[in-house]
C-alpha cells in the first residue's frame, strides 16, 4: 500500500523547467495522483515552504533515496492513498508524457527491506499547495522561479494558507498553531490568494497607450487658455475658468500704465519700483521749487522735518534688524548709531531721525559742531532731542573709535558747499571711512565730488535726484506733498508708494 511508503526519503525530477526536488514523503494521493514532499529542497537548495505537491504528469523521474523503519510513518495518519508498484531501496521510477509510469531497479543502499509496491496508473494533473515556512526565507526565490512555474502545464505552486480553497478535500490541511497563527493565515489568504495562472504573461504596451495621448492638441489648448484675456466663456465646457492669485483681482481692469509721473525738462536718469512704476529723476532746482511751493500751500519746514525724520527712522530700524533686534530679549544688545549732522536743513532733517531713533531704544550719538548762531529749525530739534536718551558731542574725539551698527550722514548740502572746507568737515569725513559702519544718506546732494562719504544707502524726498554711484542704492520716501502742488509746478504725478512710506527705488 502507499502508506508503507510515508516518511521516504525521494528524489523529484520534473524537467529542466522545475528542476529536481528532493524531501520526505507526507502525502500520498491516489484520487488526484498527488505527492507530497514536506521540508523539500530545489536543485540543493533548501525550499521557502515546508511543504511541496507534485502532480504525476509533472513528474520525469522519481528515485527512492531511503525507506523508513517499521513505525515510522504512523504518525502521518490515516489518508487515501495511490497505490505505487513494488519499491524498495533504489528503486527508480519514470514517468513519461502520457502519464504511464515505469519501475527501474536499482542497487540498493538501505538497510530497511524493499516492499511491494504496485504498478503507477496514468495520472493526471491536478493543483498543487504550498504551505508557508515558519522559518524567515528570502522572497526573492518566489520571483525568481513564478515565471518558470507559471509556464508550466498543470503545475502550480502556492502558499498553503493562499490555496486552503484549493486542496483537495481528501488532502490534508496542516493544523494552525493557535489563534495568532491563524488570523496570520487569513491575511496572507486574502493577500496571496489569487491563483498564479490568472496574472497575466503579456507586457504593458506603453507604446500603444502613449499613442492614444495628443500631446499637440493637449498643448494647444494650454496655449489657448493662457491668451485668454477675458473671463471663461459661457456655453463651452471644453475651456477650463481663468485661476486668480489671492492678491488679484477677478474684475477686469483698465492695461496698466507703467508711466504715470511724467516732468517738464529732460529726464537726465529714470528709476522703477519693484512693481514696474516708472519714477523719473527731477533736477535740484525743481526739487526746490517744489518745496517751496509745498512750503506756501501749509506744508511748514517743521511739518517736512517731521515726516522726514519718521521714514528715514524707520528706514533705519529696519536696516538695523527690525524687530529680530529690537525686542525686549535684546536689551543687552542695544544698536549703536552715530549721526554727523551739518548746520543747515538736512542737518535739522537728520536731529529729528536722531530723536525717533532714540525713542525707540537706539543708542544715539549726534555730532554737530559748535557755531554761533544756529538756525531756527535746529536749535528747536537740539531741544527736542536734548529730552531724549540720546548723546550730543561737538568733538570726533567723542565719537566712538570702535564701529558702530549705522552712520547716518546729514553733513552735504549744496547751498553751503564752503563747509566742506572747514576742518571738522575733513575729519568727519574721514572717521566715516575708516569706521566700517554701513552708512545710510538723507537726501544726499546730486554730484558725486560733493559726497566725501560714499554710502550704502540713500533716502530721497518726494521724488529723486539724478544720484550717482556713490549714493549706494536709492530709497524714496513719502514727506506729503499733495498731488496738486505737483502740477503746479508742471509735475504730472500719480504716487507710486501704495501702501508704503518708503519704497525701493532701481535704475532703469
Not at 522572497?139 to 502558499?159: I, N, T, W
Not at 504573461?201 to 493637449?218: C, M, Q, S
Not at 558725486?448 to 554711484?469: F, M, R, V
Request: glycine letters at 8%.
Amino acid at each position: 500500500m502507499a502508506t508503507d511508503w510515508l516518511g521516504s526519503i525521494v528524489s523529484i525530477n520534473c524537467g529542466d523547467s522545475l528542476g529536481v526536488y528532493q524531501g520526505r514523503v507526507s502525502a500520498v494521493d491516489q484520487v488526484s495522483q498527488t505527492i507530497s514532499l514536506t521540508r523539500p529542497f530545489h536543485n540543493g537548495v533548501k525550499c521557502l515552504v515546508p511543504e511541496v505537491t507534485f502532480r504525476a504528469g509533472d513528474i520525469t523521474e522519481l528515485k527512492i533515496l531511503e525507506i523508513p523503519g517499521p513505525g515510522d510513518n504512523q504518525h502521518f495518519g490515516e489518508l487515501h492513498q495511490t497505490e505505487l508498484g513494488p519499491s524498495g531501496v533504489g528503486y527508480q521510477v519514470g514517468v513519461n508524457q502520457n502519464g504511464t509510469g515505469k519501475l527501474v531497479k536499482k542497487p540498493a543502499s538501505s538497510s530497511s527491506a524493499p516492499q511491494n509496491i504496485p504498478k503507477r496508473t496514468d495520472v493526471k494533473s491536478q493543483d498543487v499547495a504550498v504551505s508557508p515556512q515558519q522559518q524567515q526565507c528570502s522572497k526573492s526565490y518566489v520571483d525568481r522561479h513564478m515565471e518558470s512555474l507559471s509556464q508550466s502545464k498543470g503545475f502550480r505552486r502556492r502558499h498553503n494558507s493562499w490555496s486552503s480553497s484549493s486542496r483537495h478535500p481528501n488532502q490534508a490541511t496542516p493544523k494552525k498553531s493557535g489563534l495568532k497563527n491563524g488570523q496570520m493565515k487569513n491575511k496572507d489568504d486574502e493577500c496571496f490568494g489569487d491563483d498564479i495562472e490568472e496574472i497575466p504573461d503579456t507586457d504593458f504596451d506603453f507604446e500603444g497607450n502613449l499613442a492614444l495621448f495628443d500631446k499637440a492638441a493637449v498643448f494647444e489648448e494650454i496655449d489657448t487658455n493662457e491668451r485668454r484675456s477675458g473671463s471663461r466663456s459661457r456655453g463651452i465646457p471644453s475651456e477650463r475658468p481663468t485661476r486668480y492669485r489671492h492678491d488679484e483681482n477677478i474684475l477686469e481692469s483698465e492695461p496698466i500704465v507703467y508711466r504715470r509721473i511724467t516732468v517738464p525738462h529732460n529726464v537726465s536718469k529714470e528709476f522703477c519700483t519693484d512693481s514696474g512704476l516708472v519714477v523719473p529723476s527731477v533736477s535740484y532746482e525743481l526739487h526746490k521749487k517744489l518745496l517751496s511751493v509745498a512750503e506756501k500751500h501749509g506744508l511748514t519746514l517743521e511739518r517736512r522735518l517731521e515726516m522726514t525724520g519718521v521714514c528715514a527712522s524707520q528706514m533705519a530700524l529696519t536696516l538695523l534688524g527690525g524687530p529680530n533686534r529690537l525686542n525686549p530679549k535684546n536689551v543687552h544688545q542695544r544698536p549703536t548709531v552715530a549721526l554727523l549732522c551739518g548746520p543747515h536743513v538736512k542737518g535739522a532733517q537728520g536731529i529729528s531721525c536722531g530723536r525717533h531713533l532714540a525713542n525707540h531704544d537706539v543708542q544715539v550719538i549726534l555730532f554737530l559742531p559748535n557755531f554761533v548762531k544756529m538756525l531756527e529749525s535746529i536749535t528747536n530739534e537740539l531741544s527736542l532731542f536734548s529730552k531724549t536718551q540720546g548723546q550730543q558731542v561737538s568733538s570726533l574725539k567723542d565719537l566712538p573709535t570702535s564701529p558702530v551698527d549705522l552712520v547716518i550722514n546729514c553733513l552735504d548740502c549744496p547751498e553751503n558747499a564752503f563747509l566742506r572746507d572747514q576742518p571738522w568737515y575733513k575729519a568727519a569725513v574721514a572717521w566715516a571711512n575708516q569706521n566700517r559702519a554701513p552708512v545710510l544718506s538723507i537726501d544726499p546732494p546730486v554730484h558725486e565730488a560733493e559726497q566725501g562719504i560714499d554710502a550704502k544707502w540713500s533716502l530721497a524726498l518726494g521724488l529723486p535726484l539724478p544720484l550717482g554711484e556713490h549714493a549706494g542704492r536709492v530709497y524714496l520716501c513719502d514727506i506729503g506733498i499733495p498731488q496738486q502742488v505737483f502740477q503746479e509746478v508742471g509735475i504730472n504725478y500719480h504716487s507710486p508708494f501704495g501702501c508704503k512710506f518708503v519704497i525701493p527705488l532701481h535704475s532703469a
